[in-house]
């Protein structure tokens, strides 16, 4: 019978188990045999694969490192008014989609992200530090929707600490903040203050030669770095494991700890103490809370820095250092407030500067998106002094809002998102816009854009300029091609304006009305019903006469009699002869009393050698139905310093009015055939004195498609009837600057997305508009206005001196035309007038519009 052998006695085991000893020292012996054998191949061996695999990791790291460093960009946040506490969970969430897929992270890693508080002698700072592979607008978006009204500024990525001055040295102290427990117990994320209050605190007072920062690197995990996470969670909860020889034991006898003879297991031991069993219980909560949502692998840097000269001494070195050395244990310090479950702990930072520059990031330490945002948010409490804050919530534009194009006047960029560019249609410029805006807040660049656009594209535009400026700037930027279109009006010119007479017209009495009521609108609180009908009747007489009346007419035909005599004596009008036979019956004081009001005035105004070449040098130079339809560009340049404020309003008022007589009289012409022209008035509230009510004149200027800018600084500059008419029919809205009482009432146009707060605290260039889209009014938003193109050098002068060559050349035209077509007859029985009150044919080049030939 065969006896089968038995297992435990045959082989190393069964040996090990009779003699371990001996079976030990045999098998150390056999592996020296072993090695000894190998050792001259296998030495080399894994020498090799390790220096390979360190020399690749090397390389792998140094590739990714530079693939985050090109093109990297800074992101500085604006915050805005009110904070919500809730914004630094939302944006750490929604970043969690930068993570890669698995295969992308092997071969290129996983970017990070850096929030950095700076610190200066200004203030704090936020700024995030975003790679270059991260796509664009893709964390300005996120930051943007986490905290409503903040603002971003995309900037090329450079260090956060200043560059050093030549002729200095900079003390550098830092360091960086490691968990001090495992990465599985939670830090504190509940707090009823702000947690980085004492944070952005303990900084306070810097000088211009000392600089701070707070860096926290973070970049969203998975997989293995998630499942150590719960593999330190789970040895947490074993009191055996807190030791690497209880760790080796537990991996060999699983559970033997639980069972061993003579030991309590941990499960009764917790229980039998009532304190230790409720910290045992709050533990496990709080690991299993953390490890609920995604994982975040961070790192926290500090440092404080001083500049030196070169030439400091040892002293004030030693002192320096030791002021930097006490600010950076105060932002570790500020740390501690994050404590609970875990807490931080600090370590030495070895090249702080160029660390915290390069970015660097290796290893951190897990936290959850809660503890995360409890460490990197925008400062929630109002009252932090110095924190960069935004003026007004930024919002975007609704859907509609054109891009510039070739029918699309340019009015800037959207301040959220990608910067998009935003314009208004031409068609629905026609519902005209209202802009307000304070000296200094970027009302004229926004001005001089849209007359740019339009000489560009051929519409017609007339520009009333109070202050100089904006004309200035548009002569500067025409293009030389547009030059023969110009018509100046410059104030300060030394050369002769173009004419444009008030009197001068066909043979209506409009031009009459429209005269009578900017004088007595100008001079209301100077102007009685017997004065308005002296200046009727004046005007009346002189434009039944042949020839070509003018203002300067007006003086001479009330006080010299024989004129008067010579240009009374043809009139038909049985009411003109009546006025002027009441008024030859005069006594010489009754006439000075009732003519003194008005010669008080129109001395003043004749008396300025501008105002009398351009308004009263004769037969009118300028045809307004010319520079309207047919893409001309008029620019009135009329400083107050130059002609004082109520001649500008005057002479400005007269160019409105001749504007408005040109654009009425395209009723004549079918409305499909009428061009798009612009009348755009700085200053507005002096210029708009015709007869007319605003309300209907701005609904009839959009049926002859004239679009009026209506531009100004501030709403006690409008009379209540102005204001109402401007907020009711300036449909498109865009508010540079308001004050706070301004705001309060302009609020009723952009409430609720845009409140009075947001609209008195509007930055520089920076603007609140409502835009009319397809004829319907759309909800506001917020944008930056588009600067003007770089003026270019000489280009004023060039414009300038062909407006003057072409004016000469249309004089001699029409001088030529007046001697080769006048009667001799006429010319000898025509009354004595000055050669400057003689009609002459317009300067008017011919034109083939169909629109000429309309009944």
């Not at 830090?187 to 702000?194: E, I």
């Not at 660390?355 to 945002?373: I, Q, Y």
Request: glycine share 8%.
């Amino acid at each position: 019978m065969h006896t089968s052998a038995d297992p435990a006695g045959h082989g190393w085991v069964g040996d090990y188990l009779r003699d371990p000893a001996h079976a030990t020292l045999g098998l150390l012996a056999a592996l020296r045999d072993v090695a000894a054998q190998y050792a001259s191949v296998a030495i080399p061996v894994v020498l090799l694969v390790i220096s390979t695999w360190t020399v690749a990791r090397a390389w792998w790291r140094a590739r990714c490192r530079a693939a985050l460093q090109t093109d990297a960009r800074r992101i500085t946040v604006l915050a805005p008014p009110q904070v919500d506490p809730a914004g630094g969970g939302a944006l750490w969430s929604n970043l969690v989609g930068l993570l890669r897929p698995a295969w992308r992270r092997w071969w290129a890693g996983q970017p990070h992200l850096a929030l950095e508080y700076v610190f200066g002698e200004h203030g704090v700072s936020v700024q995030f530090w975003v790679p270059g592979v991260i796509p664009p607008g893709l964390v300005e978006r996120a930051i943007e929707s986490a905290w409503p009204g903040a603002h971003t500024r995309t900037h090329p990525a450079t260090s956060p600490l200043p560059a050093l001055a030549a002729g200095h040295r900079r003390l550098t102290l830092g360091g960086h903040l490691r968990l001090a427990r495992s990465e599985a117990l939670p830090l504190r994320t509940g707090f009823d203050a702000d947690p980085i209050r004492g944070l952005l605190g303990a900084p306070v007072g810097l000088s211009h030669a000392e600089h701070a920062c707070v860096q926290i690197l973070a970049r969203p995990v998975t997989g293995r770095r998630v499942a150590q996470a719960r593999r330190a969670a789970r040895r947490v909860n074993h009191a055996s494991s807190g030791r690497l020889t209880g760790r080796i034991l537990d991996t060999f006898t699983p559970g033997a700890s639980a069972t061993r003879r003579g030991h309590t297991p941990d499960a009764r031991r917790i229980s039998q103490n009532p304190q230790l069993s409720l910290e045992y219980s709050a533990q496990n909560k709080a690991i299993v809370a953390k490890q609920r949502g995604s994982q975040y692998e961070t790192l926290v840097r500090y440092v404080a820095a001083t500049d030196l000269p070169a030439d400091a001494g040892l002293e004030r070195a030693r002192q320096a250092r030791a002021t930097a050395r006490g600010r950076a244990h105060a932002l570790a310090a500020a740390f501690a407030a994050y404590t609970e479950h875990n807490h931080y702990t600090r370590s030495r930072l070895r090249h702080p500067a160029t660390v915290l520059r390069e970015r660097r990031f290796d290893r951190g330490d897990l936290l959850s998106v809660p503890e995360l945002a409890a460490l990197a948010h925008l400062p929630t409490d109002a009252e932090i002094p110095g924190v960069e804050r935004a003026g007004a919530k930024a919002v975007a534009p609704p859907p509609g809002v054109a891009v510039p194009g070739p029918e699309v006047l340019p009015l800037g960029h959207a301040d959220t998102g990608d910067r998009r560019p935003v314009g208004l249609r031409v068609a629905d410029g026609r519902h005209h816009l209202h802009v307000l805006g304070a000296t200094g807040s970027g009302k004229s660049t926004l001005l001089a854009g849209m007359v740019l656009d339009d000489a560009a594209h051929g519409r017609g535009a007339v520009v009333i300029d109070p202050k100089g400026d904006l004309v200035t700037d548009i002569l500067s930027r025409l293009p030389r091609a547009i030059a023969e279109r110009v018509v100046l009006f410059d104030a300060d010119s030394r050369h002769r304006p173009p004419i444009l007479n008030p009197l001068d017209g066909d043979d209506t009495d409009r031009e009459v009305d429209n005269l009578v009521s900017v004088f007595r609108r100008i001079y209301s609180a100077f102007w009685g019903p017997r004065t308005d009908d002296l200046m009727r009747a004046v005007c009346l007489t002189l434009r039944a006469q042949e020839g070509v009346a003018t203002l300067a007419d007006l003086p001479k035909l009330l006080t010299n009699e024989a004129f008067r005599t010579r240009i009374t004596a043809g009139l038909t009008d049985p009411v003109l002869a009546g006025f002027w036979q009441w008024y030859d019956e005069l006594t010489e004081s009754s006439r000075s009393q009732v003519i003194s009001p008005l010669m008080n005035k129109l001395r003043a105004f004749l008396l300025r050698p501008f105002v009398r070449e351009a308004i009263a040098g004769g037969r009118s130079t300028v045809d307004m139905a010319h520079v309207l339809d047919d893409g001309g560009i008029l620019l009135a340049r009329l400083p107050k310093g130059s002609l004082g404020e109520e001649t500008t309003r005057l002479v400005g008022s007269l160019i409105v009015s001749s504007t408005w007589q040109a654009a009425t009289a395209r009723a004549r012409i079918p409305q499909r055939l009428r061009h798009d022209a612009s009348l755009t008035i700085d200053e507005m509230h002096n210029f708009l004195n015709l007869p007319y009510p605003i309300d209907d004149m701005l609904a009839e200027a959009r049926a002859f498609r004239l679009r009026m800018v209506l531009a100004h600084q501030h709403l006690g500059q409008l009379t209540r009837e102005l204001k109402e008419g401007v907020s009711a029919n300036a449909r498109s809205k865009i508010y540079l600057s308001a004050s706070p009482e301004d705001a309060h009432e302009l609020v009723r146009h952009t409430a609720p997305r845009l409140s009075d707060h947001d609209l008195s605290h509007l930055g520089a260039f920076h603007a609140a508009a409502r835009l009319v889209v397809h004829g319907q009014q759309t909800e506001p938003f917020t944008m930056t206005t588009a600067p003007l193109p770089p003026a270019i050098p000489g280009r004023a002068r060039e414009i300038r001196a062909a407006h003057r060559a072409q004016r000469r050349t249309a004089q001699q035209a029409a001088s030529t035309t007046h001697v080769t077509t006048a009667p001799a007859a006429a010319t000898a029985t025509a009354p004595s007038r000055p050669e400057s009150t003689r009609r002459v044919a317009p300067s008017r080049p011919p034109t083939t519009d169909p629109r000429r030939s309309h009944p």
